[in-house]
């Protein structure tokens, strides 16, 4: 059961570029997030999503997109990488608001 | 805005020692509350889940109580073990947005 799964576990981008990340469940939990941490700032979350084509702004959205294509994955795009986007990135889901099940997360370097 | 503070953020006790780790809240319209414990460069491993309508869960050495009405949840550690030493997270899950909301953590250290 391989339950949240995150892709890639690592990157380094250069300043400006693009990328997606995918997360992907196989539980058929309705609700994902994505969240970013950070020393000293904690979980932040930046968007979520409630449903297969539905997805919500969180705290701190900007410069990220997402988009629940379908309901196993979950996809956070990078359009044009910072710097300050450097950051552990975890994916969540979560069947109709029950218990909360996190991937193993994705360190992202932005140089 | 709801927002969760845990306190202390950091905590050293010898090995065998029972202890507590506190989480507060500023909004008591949650759904549920969760906590977590997160070792170093891994992710999250959920350890209780406690519903809105619940007082406490227990799982083996730990017990977590909920008290909506004043805001706070508290994580019981009995006969804490060197492995027990973590980062220990809650989060709250909104009844109005969905959202679910993280402390920034308490990191445990249990001394051998």
């Known amino acids: 059961n391989a339950g949240v799964t995150q892709t890639p576990k690592f990157r380094v981008l250069k300043t400006g570029q693009s990328m997606t990340l995918l997360c992907a469940q196989d539980?058929?939990?309705?609700?994902m997030y994505w969240y970013r941490q950070d020393p000293g700032m904690g979980l932040r979350l930046i968007h979520y999503?409630?449903?297969?084509?539905?997805?919500a702004k969180g705290e701190v959205p900007d410069g990220y997109n997402v988009s629940r294509l379908k309901k196993q994955n979950f996809l956070l795009g990078l359009e044009s990488a910072a710097p300050s986007q450097t950051s552990v990135y975890f994916c969540?889901?979560?069947?109709?608001?029950?218990?909360?099940?996190f991937g193993q997360g994705t360190r992202l370097t932005v140089v | 805005k709801q927002e969760v503070t845990q306190i202390p953020a950091a905590l050293s006790v010898p090995e065998g020692e029972n202890l507590v780790l506190n989480c507060s809240f500023t909004d008591s319209a949650i759904y549920n509350l969760q906590w977590f414990r997160q070792d170093p460069g891994k992710g999250l491993t959920s350890l209780l889940l406690?519903?809105?309508?619940?007082r406490e869960q227990t799982s083996g050495r730990l017990n977590a109580s909920l008290d909506k009405s004043s805001g706070r949840s508290t994580l019981y550690i009995a006969a804490s073990q060197p492995g027990d030493s973590a980062t220990y997270l809650c989060?709250?899950?909104?009844?109005?947005?969905?959202?679910?909301?993280f402390g920034k953590g308490t990191r445990l250290h249990i001394l051998p």
């Open positions: 406690i519903q809105s309508s619940q």
């Open positions: 999503s409630v449903g297969e084509g539905t997805t």
């Open positions: 539980m058929n939990h309705e609700y």
């Open positions: 989060a709250a899950l909104m009844n109005r947005d969905d959202k679910i909301i």
């Open positions: 969540a889901s979560s069947l109709d608001g029950r218990e909360a099940f």
